[in-house]
């Protein structure tokens, strides 16, 4: 068997590696305060939302750009190669809220 004669098993070639999962979890609550003397539907609503309540952090994937392969044209290791250097969803953040229904 030569050398040029070997032959890829199924499965295998570009972009065959998934990446990690997004984890993401909101939380809200409200509560419901009906004002009576007002009108009898007239509600002040108090409300808290949290966004990524976790504060779990989603990397992105390597940059795609033209420094990000493994080495240079010269063959040294690239420094930059596989740095993670931002995140795909922002960090933890409240909201709270007062809203009138009437």
């Known amino acids: 068997m030569m050398p040029t004669d070997f032959i890829a098993p199924s499965g295998w070639g ?3 590696l998934i990446g990690p ?6 939380f809200s609550l ?5 004002v009576r003397k007002i009108s009898e539907t007239f509600n002040v609503q108090f409300r ?3 966004f990524n309540i976790l504060n779990h952090p989603n990397f992105s994937p390597p940059a795609n750009g033209t420094n990000t392969d493994i ?4 063959g040294a290791p690239n420094s930059a190669a596989g740095l993670l250097t931002s995140t ?6 409240i ?8």
């Open 14 to 16: 570009r972009n065959i």
């Open 21 to 26: 999962g997004i984890t993401n979890l909101d």
């Open 30 to 34: 409200f509560k419901n305060n009906y």
């Open 48 to 50: 808290a939302e949290i």
């Open 71 to 74: 080495f240079n044209s010269s």
């Open 88 to 93: 795909t969803t922002t960090s933890r953040q």
């Open 95 to 102: 909201q709270l809220a007062i809203k009138a229904i009437f």
